[in-house]
Nanobody
């Protein structure tokens, strides 16, 4: 079973940058989609960005232009480059692996990495 492990979170100042990594372990089949989600204090989890194994990306509207998702399939790693960070980006960021074939759903969540943006 695939297990995502996030890293790269931390404390950053307003306007700063961070790069999150999601390392996937286990046997990884394609096609699949890996996504970054976040949950801010007192709010529901929301999608940040997703990327398919073929490289197709999708972003939440508010993240476009500031965040970039990418993946290195050889390293089984998905990245989230976050620029121009704002205090409202403070959240726990989670990595999600999703693979759906006819009759089968494989999904796994990481434990999350905390991002704090100070004003």
């Amino acid at each position: 079973q695939v297990q995502p492990v996030e890293s790269g979170g931390g404390l950053v100042q307003f306007g700063g940058s961070l790069r999150l990594s999601c390392q996937l372990s286990g046997r990884i089949y394609t096609p699949n989609v890996v996504g970054w989600y976040r949950r801010a204090p007192g709010k529901q989890r929301e999608m940040v960005a997703t990327i398919s194994s073929g490289g197709t990306t999708n972003y939440a509207e508010s993240m476009k232009g500031r965040f970039t998702i990418s993946r290195d399939n050889a390293k089984n790693t998905v990245y989230l480059q976050m620029n121009s960070l704002k205090p409202e980006d403070t959240a726990v960021y989670y990595c999600n692996f999703d693979r759906r074939t006819r009759g089968t759903i494989e999904e796994a969540w990481g434990e999350g990495t905390q991002v704090i943006v100070s004003s």
